[in-house]
């Protein structure tokens, strides 16, 4: 059974940077499409950020292209998420999800079936 546990959430200051980490076990980490998702109140979950298995390829929504920066090292079994320039609608709890796929970027949350707890960010103005 793959586990997937998020971590590095917390309350910055707009404009301020955090760091998040996916720390995967149980499974088969390297060989999958990994993705960031978050979820605002009163919001669906959306896309954030995807990474194929060697971090060779990567995909961004368009509200956090050019400010994040997802990667990931698959001897550690670990996925990164850097936020940098983060503004008030970053604000949001932040999920990182395994994809059913082995090779293709998807948006759709119901592309990945294995999904973390969750670590909420929050961004003061």
């Known amino acids: 059974q793959v586990q997937l546990v998020e971590s590095g959430g917390g309350l910055v200051q707009a404009g301020g940077s955090l760091r998040l980490s996916c720390a995967a076990s149980?499974?088969?980490?390297?060989?999958?499409?990994m993705g960031w998702f978050r979820q605002a109140p009163g919001k669906e979950r959306e896309f954030v950020a995807a990474?194929?298995?060697?971090?060779?390829?990567?995909y961004y929504a368009d509200s956090v292209k050019g400010r994040f920066t997802i990667s990931r090292d698959n001897a550690k079994n670990t996925m990164y998420l850097q936020m940098n320039s983060l503004n008030v609608e970053d604000t949001a709890v932040y999920y990182c999800?395994?994809?059913?796929?082995?090779?293709?970027?998807?948006?759709?949350?119901?592309?990945?079936?294995?999904w973390g707890q969750g670590t909420q960010v929050s961004v003061s103005s």
């Open positions: 999800a395994r994809s059913k796929n082995l090779i293709v970027l998807r948006a759709e949350p119901n592309e990945y079936d294995y």
């Open positions: 149980g499974g088969t980490f390297s060989s999958y499409v």
């Open positions: 990474i194929n298995w060697n971090g060779g390829s990567t």
